[in-house]
């Protein structure tokens, strides 16, 4: 098992670095510029971090072997406030399996983006969020999470690589991933529908919506942000949504001056912007910007209620970039569609990369993504995965889209030999 060089640790930085920068056209000025070196560095079998990285990125790395060691015994699946929910046997989720020989479907400059914001994240706050350094369900499977982080480190050289050499990737042929990964496949486990074989595979998107920075006749409902300086004390967690639109925060109300209004839409696009996490508004005066989720009310999120009844309400902040996960809003990973699944990272894990099996029209057909973003309907969920799939107008320009994808999938998680 060799170690990472230097020139090829250097390139791995320089190219993250560039294209984090540039997540638009400049992706084949930053494959010019490693082409070259990708020549000269051909992808090596085994790749690991140096002993003094792995160090840095890697802070809760020993005892890894002693979680696998546990991992035999029935595994504690646990909610987004890390209380314990409920024991699954591993063994009857994972298990050893294998690509059938059809071509991975993905973009290769996207993937290559998430990929790399994604180990960017562990890199830069693996100590300020542990959560990422669970294990979780994969430990029954021997998975650490420095294996995690290999296959991530090898994917990225990988398409680095050949993208570099303007050359379909490799991680596109069944075989090479068969050769070079294992396998695992994923049996969904729904407490609530037991006979579910197959994982569902819902779709998320980014709308654009029409809105205003003041408030108007059409756009009088806000998203707001919250001021640092006044959301130390959490006043905000003793609000609904419906508290919220009922105008605490407007002049006039308690709470007036304790937050910002961001923007106004109308009611839908509220709903959207809340559901989605992220939102593309077209304000009046010609500009474009997108907002993201940012912190809640801390109130939960309840499977099956309507959206306008929940009672968990989303802060907001502007971006620069659809967001992903992250344990707060300046650290959340930009993510792409296409390439990128909302799941739960707490018992499936952050990073994990996820190729899912359908059938379309009798022909096999395969998606590759990785999971860099979750959400309150993922915490927990063994049995779904949300794909993001692009930016859309409307509710019905999406659903156009999401009709020819498939409702349910076979998944197999991927890594590194």
Same mark, same amino acid.
């Given at each position: 098992?060799?170690?990472?060089?230097?020139?090829?640790?250097?390139?791995?930085?320089?190219?993250?670095?560039?294209?984090?920068?540039?997540?638009?056209?400049?992706?084949?000025?930053?494959?010019?510029?490693?082409?070259?070196?990708?020549?000269?560095?051909?992808?090596?079998?085994?790749?690991?971090?140096?002993?003094?990285?792995?160090?840095?990125?890697?802070?809760?790395?020993?005892?890894?072997?002693?979680?696998?060691?546990?991992?035999?015994?029935?595994?504690?699946?646990?909610?987004?406030?890390?209380?314990?929910?409920?024991?699954?046997?591993?063994?009857?989720?994972?298990?050893?399996?294998?690509?059938?020989?059809?071509?991975? /479907?993905? !973009?290769?400059?996207?993937?290559?983006?998430?990929?790399? =914001?994604? #180990? &960017?994240?562990? *890199?830069?706050?693996?100590?300020?969020?542990?959560?990422?350094?669970?294990?979780?369900?994969?430990?029954?499977?021997?998975?650490?999470?420095?294996?995690?982080?290999?296959?991530?480190?090898?994917?990225?050289?990988?398409?680095?690589?050949?993208?570099?050499?303007?050359?379909?990737?490799?991680?596109?042929?069944?075989?090479?991933? /068969?050769? !070079?990964?294992?396998?695992?496949?994923?049996?969904?486990? =729904?407490? #609530? &529908?037991?006979? *579910?074989?197959?994982?569902?595979?819902?779709?998320?998107?980014?709308?654009?919506?029409?809105?205003?920075?003041?408030?108007?006749?059409?756009?009088?409902?806000?998203?707001?942000?919250?001021?640092?300086?006044?959301?130390?004390?959490?006043?905000?967690?003793?609000?609904?949504?419906?508290?919220?639109?009922?105008?605490?925060?407007?002049?006039?109300?308690?709470?007036?001056?304790?937050?910002?209004?961001?923007?106004?839409?109308?009611?839908?696009?509220?709903?959207?912007?809340?559901?989605?996490?992220?939102?593309?508004?077209?304000?009046?005066?010609?500009?474009?910007?997108?907002?993201?989720?940012?912190?809640?009310?801390?109130?939960?999120?309840?499977?099956?209620?309507?959206?306008?009844?929940?009672?968990?309400?989303?802060?907001?902040?502007?971006?620069?970039?659809?967001?992903?996960?992250?344990?707060?809003?300046?650290?959340?990973?930009?993510?792409?569609?296409?390439?990128?699944?909302?799941?739960?990272?707490?018992?499936?894990?952050?990073?994990?990369?996820?190729?899912?099996?359908?059938?379309?029209?009798?022909?096999?057909?395969?998606?590759?993504?990785?999971?860099?973003?979750?959400?309150?309907?993922?915490?927990?969920?063994?049995?779904?995965?949300?794909?993001?799939?692009?930016?859309?107008?409307?509710?019905?320009?999406?659903?156009?889209?999401?009709?020819?994808?498939?409702?349910?999938?076979?998944?197999?998680?991927?890594?590194?030999?």
């Amino acid at each position: 098992m060799g170690t990472l060089s230097s020139q090829k640790i250097r390139l791995i930085v320089g190219f993250s670095a560039a294209l984090l920068v540039s997540l638009g056209g400049n992706f084949l000025y930053t494959y010019s510029k490693t082409a070259s070196l990708a020549q000269e560095h051909p992808v090596q079998q085994e790749i690991t971090l140096a002993a003094s990285l792995e160090n840095v990125l890697l802070p809760s790395a020993t005892g890894s072997k002693q979680k696998i060691a546990q991992a035999s015994a029935p595994y504690k699946v646990i909610d987004e406030a890390q209380d314990y929910k409920f024991s699954v046997n591993p063994s009857q989720i994972f298990s050893p399996g294998k690509l059938p020989t059809t071509k991975v /479907n993905f !973009n290769q400059a996207d993937l290559l983006t998430v990929l790399i =914001n994604t #180990r &960017k994240y562990y *890199q830069d706050y693996s100590k300020q969020d542990p959560s990422i350094s669970r294990t979780g369900l994969l430990a029954a499977q021997g998975v650490t999470v420095q294996d995690v982080l290999k296959t991530l480190d090898f994917m990225i050289v990988v398409l680095g690589e050949d993208i570099g050499n303007n050359r379909e990737t490799r991680l596109q042929d069944p075989n090479f991933i /068969n050769e !070079n990964f294992r396998v695992i496949k994923w049996t969904p486990h =729904n407490p #609530r &529908k037991p006979e *579910q074989k197959k994982l569902r595979l819902t779709k998320y998107a980014v709308f654009t919506h029409p809105g205003s920075r003041k408030k108007t006749s059409n756009y009088n409902v806000p998203i707001y942000s919250l001021k640092d300086n006044l959301a130390v004390d959490k006043f905000y967690t003793k609000y609904t949504k419906q508290d919220v639109l009922s105008g605490i925060y407007e002049p006039g109300g308690k709470e007036f001056g304790k937050v910002e209004p961001l923007a106004y839409l109308d009611r839908n696009g509220l709903e959207d912007a809340l559901m989605e996490g992220t939102v593309l508004i077209n304000f009046t005066d010609g500009t474009q910007k997108f907002f993201n989720v940012d912190r809640n009310n801390e109130m939960p999120y309840v499977k099956g209620l309507g959206g306008r009844s929940q009672k968990r309400y989303w802060y907001f902040r502007q971006v620069d970039a659809i967001k992903g996960y992250g344990y707060k809003i300046d650290a959340k990973i930009s993510i792409k569609p296409g390439v990128t699944f909302a799941g739960d990272v707490l018992n499936i894990g952050l990073g994990r990369v996820i190729v899912i099996e359908s059938t379309k029209g009798g022909r096999k057909q395969l998606q590759m993504a990785v999971i860099a973003d979750t959400g309150g309907a993922f915490l927990p969920n063994l049995y779904q995965l949300d794909f993001l799939s692009g930016i859309f107008q409307n509710k019905k320009e999406f659903q156009q889209y999401a009709n020819k994808l498939p409702e349910y999938v076979t998944p197999y998680i991927l890594v590194k030999k």
